[in-house]
Each structure stands twice: as structure tokens, then as C-alpha cells.
């Protein structure tokens, strides 16, 4: 039986009554959300996750009424209440897919946001949640158009083994990023080498870490790759190492080199670049060119442009030290011995060749 024409202008103004209706509330909303004293930008997040929602159900509520005021076949009428209440799960887990993003957001600023666990549990709490409000949607719609999600559940059990066995990797990698997670060897915007990766780190997720480096390249690494292996954070420096060997010639008196060892540690002790709480300035050992001096300090930024900086100042005033004092820096060299005398050598040869000359005549 076709609707009457009241029936369907009744029908058009009740949805088109509806999409006003949702208009209207979402200005008064967006009004009240103002004045709450949050961050800039949190009104419209919140805005964001509720009026798509509350738009959707007043458009569900105005086809409901549409549906008793037109009258219906009987198979048609089942099949719209069941896609009504489909559609009402849909709405209410795709809020709660959004919510999700949103709280994860209102958490983040809530929290201590210079606790590096906070920044990478959130994403992966976040992500989390967010597959498990997918997974409940999906068996509360199938119930509800009569499947037998437990017998389906069950005969997923029976290729357990075989999906343990699939997701061995996945499980580890997810282990090992709660590791990385609680025992906070870096955070997100830190620099590791670890094994052949170098780089920033941008982001750690349930799966894997993502390092970005130095030649802007993305590297994806495993979670469990990075748990086992070593990890060098070089943001984490207290201080950064210099370390060489000073070697001079042997010609240099010891009076003046002993005057260089106690200028060049005056110096260092009184350089404010350089860590105050270990420096050595040593005579070490007597080497093939010459005596050398062991130098071992840190210096107190850890900044590698600066580190240079500094590297290269202490280098000059060494130069500097040295200049005055008259010492050379040693350059590799050999000597030889001859037992024998060149002129001797020559002499002889000569001889010989003469006594040839003289026997050949």
C-alpha cells in the first residue's frame, strides 16, 4: 500500500524538523562549550566528538517517527526496526570510537607531560581502546541480526594454535613496547643508535618504534628488536668526552715539558666549558716519536656544534701553551743504522772494481 501524500509531507517535515533541530542545539552547544575555561582548541575537540553524534541519533529519532506514522508492510517494518537498531550501535560505538581520541587528548593535559612514559602510553592506551569499542560494535551488530558469535568464537578456537603461532611476532612486539614503556630507556624526541639505527625517535607504538634519521629517512624498528639490543641515548649525557694523546719530541727538556703539563691542567681546571670532576693531564709513556701526554676531560654541554666549539678552543690554547714553551709536536719518523759506514762501503766497492779491471787486462 503506497503512503498517502499527508503521510509523506509529514514524513519530509519530520526528518527536515529533525536536521534543524540538530542545528540549533549544536550552536547552543557550541555557545556552552565557550564558556568553559579549557585550552584553546579543547571547546572544539569536545564540540567535534558530540554534535556528529548527536546529529546522527536526531535523524534516527526523526526516521523512527517517520516509520510509525507511515504504515508499513510487516516484512518491511522488521527490517527497518533492525536496521534502526543497527544503526543505533553504529552511533553509539563510533561515539565512543571518538571519545576515545578525545579523553586520550584531555588526559595528555592533565597529566605531566615531562614523564616520558606518559607520552608513550597514551597512543598506545589510545589505540588500544580503540580496537577493542571496533571489536565489541561488531559482535553486539552481529548478535543483533541473529549470528552465533559464541559458536563463532569457538570455532576461532579451534585454529588457535595456528593463530598463536601467526601472532608470535606481534605478541613479542607487543611485550617488548610495554617494556620500552615502563623502563623508559628514551622518549619520544630523544637521539639512539641502536645496533645500525641512528636517529630521533618520533614515535613508539604497539608494535613498533619510529626513528627518524639524520638523512630524514623513516626507519621502522621492531619493539622487540629494540627491548634485546643495545640502546645509546645520547640526549641523556650528563657531559660529553674528550680523549687524545699529545706526543712531543725527545729533544724537549724536561723542565719545559712538566712546565706544559701544569699549564695545560691550569687551563682545562679553569676552562667554563669543561667538566670540573675528572680531568687528567699525564705524563703516559715514551713512544716511538717521542714522550706523550695523556689528556682525558669532559666537557659540560652535550650538544655536538657546541662540543666542536669548545673541542676546538682547547686545542688552540694547547697550541698556544706549547708555542710559548718552545715544544714541537712529534711527527712520525724512523731512523736508520748502517753498522757498516756509507764511505767505507763506497771505498771498498770501488777497490774491487778496479782489482776486476786490473785481472781482465
Not at 3 to 11: D, R
Not at 43 to 66: N, Y
Not at 68 to 93: C, E, H, Y
Not at 171 to 177: D, Q, S, T, V
Request: glycine letters at 8%; a neutral charge.
Amino acid at each position: 500500500m503506497a503512503p498517502k501524500l499527508w503521510q509523506m509531507v509529514i514524513s519530509i517535515g519530520i526528518i527536515v524538523g529533525a536536521w534543524l533541530v540538530s542545528l540549533v542545539l549544536t550552536k547552543i552547544l557550541q555557545k556552552l562549550f565557550a564558556k568553559i575555561p579549557w585550552e584553546e582548541g579543547r571547546q572544539k575537540q569536545l564540540l567535534d566528538a558530540v554534535a556528529p553524534s548527536m546529529r546522527f541519533f536526531l535523524l534516527l529519532a526523526g526516521i523512527w517517527f517517520v516509520t510509525q506514522v507511515v504504515a508499513l508492510p510487516a516484512w518491511l517494518d522488521d527490517l527497518m526496526s533492525r536496521l534502526m537498531r543497527t544503526l543505533v550501535l553504529v552511533g553509539i560505538f563510533a561515539g565512543l570510537y571518538r571519545g576515545a581520541e578525545l579523553l586520550s587528548e584531555f588526559l595528555s593535559s592533565f597529566v605531566n607531560r615531562g614523564e616520558d612514559y606518559v607520552e608513550l602510553l597514551l597512543p598506545m592506551l589510545r589505540k588500544a581502546v580503540k580496537i577493542v569499542v571496533v571489536l565489541l560494535g561488531a559482535i553486539a551488530i552481529l548478535e543483533d541480526w541473529g549470528f552465533d558469535v559464541a559458536g563463532l568464537l569457538a570455532g576461532l578456537g579451534l585454529g588457535g594454535l595456528a593463530l598463536a603461532l601467526a601472532a608470535k611476532d606481534t605478541a613479542a612486539n607487543f611485550i617488548g613496547g610495554l617494556t620500552l614503556m615502563f623502563e623508559r630507556p628514551f622518549g619520544v624526541g630523544d637521539w639512539i643508535v641502536s645496533g645500525p639505527v641512528e636517529g630521533m625517535v618520533e614515535e613508539l607504538g604497539i608494535r613498533s618504534t619510529k626513528i627518524r634519521t639524520f638523512a630524514q629517512a623513516q626507519v621502522t624498528v621492531p619493539n622487540s628488536t629494540l627491548a634485546g639490543d643495545v640502546i645509546t641515548n645520547w640526549s641523556r649525557m650528563g657531559k660529553r668526552r674528550i680523549t687524545f694523546y699529545l706526543r712531543v719530541t725527545y729533544t724537549t727538556p724536561v723542565a719545559k715539558l712538566r712546565r706544559c703539563v701544569a699549564q695545560i691542567r691550569e687551563m682545562l681546571y679553569s676552562h667554563p666549558e669543561i667538566h670540573k670532576e675528572t680531568i687528567f693531564v699525564n705524563l703516559d709513556e715514551f713512544s716511538d716519536n717521542g714522550p706523550s701526554l695523556f689528556l682525558y676531560f669532559f666537557t659540560v654541554t652535550t650538544v655536538w656544534g657546541e662540543y666542536l666549539n669548545v673541542k676546538e678552543d682547547v686545542n688552540f690554547r694547547i697550541m698556544e701553551i706549547l708555542e710559548n714553551e718552545g715544544v714541537s709536536i712529534a711527527f712520525p719518523s724512523r731512523s736508520i743504522y748502517m753498522e757498516t759506514p756509507v764511505n767505507y762501503k763506497l771505498e771498498q766497492n770501488k777497490k774491487l772494481d778496479d782489482q776486476k779491471k786490473d785481472d781482465g787486462s
